[in-house]
């Protein structure tokens, strides 16, 4: 979780940034600040990864409280004043909200934070794993998740969901993987016999399917996946292929 503060001086702009801050999953606001002074004292008695902080605030701006900062967290500035925008990124801003925005604006922006804390928390690239053979293995996945990289036997992926701009993995024996991670870039990883993208938001195990019913892909007694048109035909091409019967 990216630990943040927001900072704004105008009440209804600080309650639609808290708002829009509940609803990113990979954020955890750690205090609504009125003002920069409370935010100085809220950095001082506890870690804070990131800062929406508005720029023209009485007593201290967001600028120059940005400036004072010995340590500098990741930095968003939200303002109503364009010409701020220059120097927000002499301050190493890493995006600049102009007011009003919307949440796609502040998603794509929280979404640079991410990609910025995973680069600079990510550790070494594991060697590759080696089976008793001595030759690589290739039916794992290293995918970076909570700033770690986790490890997924891909021969326990159940499916895949995606979520805008991340995937959840499910798998049989650990709750689901949350990634910054494209559907596409899976597809392109996993073998092509034994996952098959169904839906647009849907990637599927073929060897965990317990059944197939109403257009629906059946996993255990209460997990459906829906079929998308997009993807029946070829769906349907691979059950008949294995179907036996007439």
């Not at 009003?100 to 794993?129: C, H, I, T, W």
């Amino acid at each position: 979780m990216i630990r943040c503060i927001a900072i704004d001086d105008e009440p209804l702009a600080l309650t639609q940034i808290t708002g829009y801050i509940s609803k990113v999953p990979f954020l955890q606001l750690v205090k609504a600040c009125s003002n920069a002074l409370e935010a100085l004292d809220v950095i001082a008695s506890q870690p804070v990864d990131l800062i929406f902080a508005d720029i023209n605030m009485p007593d201290l701006s967001g600028m120059d409280f940005i400036k004072s900062l010995v340590k500098k967290p990741l930095v968003i500035f939200t303002t109503a004043y364009s010409e701020y925008a220059i120097e927000g990124y002499r301050v190493d801003a890493i995006d600049y909200l102009l007011k009003p925005f919307g949440y796609s604006d502040f998603l794509k922006a929280a979404n640079k934070a991410l990609r910025q804390m995973e680069l600079l928390n990510a550790p070494p690239s594991p060697p590759p794993v080696k089976e008793e053979n001595g030759q690589p293995e290739n039916n794992a996945l290293y995918i970076k998740a909570d700033y770690k990289m986790v490890r997924i036997d891909m021969n326990k992926i159940i499916y895949i969901e995606s979520q805008n701009e991340y995937v959840r993995i499910f798998t049989e024996d650990q709750k689901p993987v949350m990634s910054l991670l494209s559907m596409k870039l899976l597809e392109e990883r996993l073998p092509l016999d034994k996952f098959m993208r169904v839906h647009r938001s849907y990637m599927v195990n073929l060897s965990k399917i317990t059944a197939v019913a109403n257009n629906r892909i059946i996993f255990g007694k209460d997990v459906y996946i829906p079929i998308g048109n997009q993807y029946k035909d070829k769906f349907t091409l691979y059950l008949e292929t294995h179907f036996l019967g007439k």
